[in-house]
């Protein structure tokens, strides 16, 4: 059929890791392998509009680290993760940073936040 993409995916949900086989064309998006409906919505998302947790690291100055990690405090659009980390990989935090601050709000308009995860001291041992 014109049209048509095709794609297999292995369901990340559960530890079965059922293999899915996704087919869209002008008639919809038809999900086969899937033993449970919690599946077939996974390949749907992922065939259809992929989301991600984006994790990454932070420059920090005057800490005990040089980066800190870091993640957004839920999914985002595979689409928009190159423009978030364009975004992340111009900010440089100054030590003290502690876990769960928030380091940048609605990161590339996909209403989610980068938050740190762990703590970096400043240079001479302090947290805020
Ligand atoms: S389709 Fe259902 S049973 Fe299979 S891996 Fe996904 S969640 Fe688990």
Do not use: H, Q
Request: hydrophobic share 40%; proline share 5%.
């Amino acid at each position: 059929m014109l049209n048509e993409a095709v794609k297999e995916l292995t369901c990340i949900i559960c530890p079965n890791g059922c293999r899915l086989n996704c087919i869209k064309n002008s008639s919809g998006v038809s999900i086969t392998g899937a033993r449970c409906p919690n599946g077939k919505n996974y390949a749907i998302a992922e065939f259809t509009n992929p989301m991600r947790v984006l994790t990454c690291s932070v420059k920090v100055e005057g800490g005990e680290y040089p980066v800190v990690s870091a993640r957004t405090d839920g999914m985002i659009p595979k689409a928009l993760v190159g423009k978030a980390m364009a975004r992340v990989n111009r900010i440089i935090l100054k030590a003290p940073v502690n876990a769960g601050d928030t380091i940048i709000k609605n990161i590339a308009g996909a209403g989610v936040d980068i938050i740190a995860t762990k703590n970096i001291r400043g240079s001479g041992g302090r947290l805020s």
